[in-house]
C-alpha cells in the first residue's frame, strides 16, 4: 500500500482494489465514493446547515446512496469525515474513497482506519 491507502487486497483471486479514506477534497474532485458496504453515492451537497440559526448541522454532507434491498436511493447525512454516526463509531453506511475493484465481504470485515 502507499500513501493513505488504508486497504488494499488480492486474496488469490486477481481482484485488487484499494480503499481510502473518506475525502471531501477529493471527493469534489471527482473521486469514487461507496459506502464501506459497496453501495453507490451521489452527494448533493457538503454544507448542509441549520436555516432558523444559520449554523451548520453536524452532519452536513447529503448524499443519496443506493440500496439493492430497497431498489431506490435513500438520503443519508454524514459528518464533514464521512461517518453517518454523530459519534463517530463504524458504519456500514460510512463513506470512503475507492480505486480499482473492491470485493465487498473484505470491506465489511474491515474497519477503515488510517495508517500512520
Given at each position: 500500500m502507499g500513501g493513505d491507502a488504508v486497504g488494499s487486497n488480492d486474496k488469490g483471486m486477481g481482484v485488487k482494489y484499494k480503499i481510502l479514506p473518506f475525502d471531501p477534497e477529493k471527493a469534489k474532485k471527482g473521486a469514487k465514493v461507496t459506502t464501506i458496504s459497496g453501495d453507490d453515492v451521489r452527494i448533493?451537497?457538503?454544507?448542509?446547515?441549520?436555516?432558523?440559526?444559520?449554523?451548520?448541522?453536524?452532519?452536513?454532507?447529503v448524499a443519496l446512496i443506493y440500496s439493492s434491498i430497497l431498489q431506490r436511493e435513500e438520503i443519508i447525512s454524514y459528518t464533514e469525515d464521512g461517518k453517518h454516526n454523530v459519534d463517530k463509531s463504524t458504519?456500514?453506511?460510512?463513506?470512503?474513497?475507492?480505486?480499482?475493484?473492491?470485493?465487498?465481504?473484505?470491506l465489511l470485515s474491515k474497519e477503515v482506519k488510517k495508517e500512520e
Open positions: 448533493i451537497c457538503y454544507d448542509r446547515y441549520d436555516s432558523s440559526t444559520g449554523e451548520s448541522y453536524p452532519q452536513p454532507i458504519s456500514e453506511l460510512d463513506l470512503v474513497i475507492v480505486g480499482g475493484k473492491m470485493d465487498r465481504n473484505y
